[in-house]
């Protein structure tokens, strides 16, 4: 074999190795010299040769030239099923139907509810089959689509928007701005995390949003619409407000902010349940119109008679409701989310006119029609009952 055939190899390897490190160059045996192969940069067009005998790289006699290559780009973190994040990043998941959502830092997808259309669901323990762990569902937002919107009575739609504020002008300090902050998160992220469950309560009164728990009923708002601090209202009780700010911090969390479920976010979960709810075009039977049999209702929460196979007497969080006509079916589940009609009505951030903030959904002690899950009601902020509770809710 010529010396000449034996450059054009070793031309030919370079030039290999250029293209699999993504160097935009040529390269080619030196015409007429012996160990020598000429490298040609396509966007400078700056030559330099290689001396195979001495392993210097020179251009125009300016010897211990390096080759410019460019930085290694970083390994993007691999969201896995299972397995908590390490790094919160914008639509780092992606499901089996080309769909995305953002998985926070120190979450992990709950194996088995990885779909995001049926609802995706994270725990703050790794491999939660078997709910242990605080869990949260993801509610896909359309920014255009991300507005408060009338629930349902008896079938028909309610007029209580007219009413409504949120934010409240003459509310908290800082319940504006933060707001505003929920609501530019949730349309960045185009989505936010909803409590699987209603908030319920450990052995010490913490804040847990667990299967099976303790709901935390008997919760006032807060101490006046414009005081979520104080509890001499209140009989010395802890607001709704307060107890879900406060509820990413003490659990760690470092890239979600919690919050009070806000009347806009529950609208999205129950477009999310039922994409109608947008447009105004429903099945008689749809969840957010009417509740029947779809939650811990009067006719099922403590007997058996409605055809129901389980009870839940103790209003307990997450609780399969089951009937016997379709004993695979999850009655009080919808996208993963357990709960939002009946069991607890819930506190959210809305307001009512100027004395009153909204709670919504159904609960134990009425049906599912006259109260189904889009349902708002109004009361004063310092009641509190066996029948109200609250849901938290998260963004990035």
Not at 285 to 293: A, C, F, I
């Amino acid at each position: 074999m010529s010396k000449g055939n034996t450059e054009a190899i070793i031309a030919d390897e370079l030039q290999t190795e250029l293209t699999r490190q993504e160097v935009e160059a040529t390269a080619k045996e030196k015409a007429g010299e012996v160990n020598k192969i000429e490298v040609t940069f396509t966007k400078t067009n700056n030559k330099y040769i290689l001396d195979r005998s001495n392993g210097k790289i020179d251009e125009d006699g300016k010897s211990s030239v390096e080759i410019e290559k460019p930085p290694t780009p970083p390994v993007e973190e691999k969201v896995e099923v299972g397995k908590k994040v390490e790094t919160t990043k914008k639509d780092n998941y992606k499901d089996n139907d080309g769909d995305t959502a953002t998985v926070p830092k120190d979450f992990a997808i709950v194996p088995g509810c990885d779909d995001i259309s049926e609802g995706l669901v994270i725990s703050d323990v790794e491999n939660d089959t078997e709910n242990t762990g605080n869990q949260f569902v993801w509610v896909p937002v359309d920014p255009s689509k991300f507005q408060r919107i009338e629930g349902f009575n008896n079938k028909s739609v309610q007029t209580m928007l007219k009413k409504c504020s949120e934010p409240y002008a003459s509310g908290y300090e800082n319940e504006a701005s933060e707001y505003q902050e929920m609501y530019n998160h949730v349309t960045e992220y185009e989505g936010f995390y909803i409590g699987r469950y209603e908030a319920g309560k450990d052995s010490s009164r913490n804040v847990i949003v667990k299967k099976g728990a303790d709901v935390y009923n008997n919760v006032p708002w807060g101490n006046a619409m414009n005081d979520i601090t104080g509890t001499s209202n209140t009989s010395g009780k802890v607001g709704a407000v307060k107890l879900s700010k406060n509820f990413a911090e003490s659990n760690g969390y470092t890239d979600v902010t919690s919050t009070l479920c806000y009347g806009i976010q529950w609208d999205a979960v129950m477009n999310f349940m039922d994409s109608n709810y947008s447009n105004g075009v429903y099945n008689e039977d749809s969840y957010v119109k009417d509740s029947t049999n779809k939650g811990w209702y009067e006719d099922n929460y403590n007997s058996t008679t409605n055809g129901n196979t389980v009870t839940n007497p103790n209003y307990k969080t997450g609780i399969d409701l089951i009937y016997s006509a379709s004993p695979t079916v999850i009655a009080n589940k919808q996208k993963n989310i357990y709960d939002m009609a009946g069991n607890m009505i819930e506190w959210t951030m809305e307001a009512y006119d100027t004395s009153n903030r909204v709670y919504r959904g159904g609960s134990y002690d009425k049906d599912g029609l006259e109260r189904p899950a889009s349902r708002r009601i109004n009361n004063n902020v310092i009641i509190y009952t066996n029948t109200i509770g609250f849901r938290i809710t998260m963004y990035m």
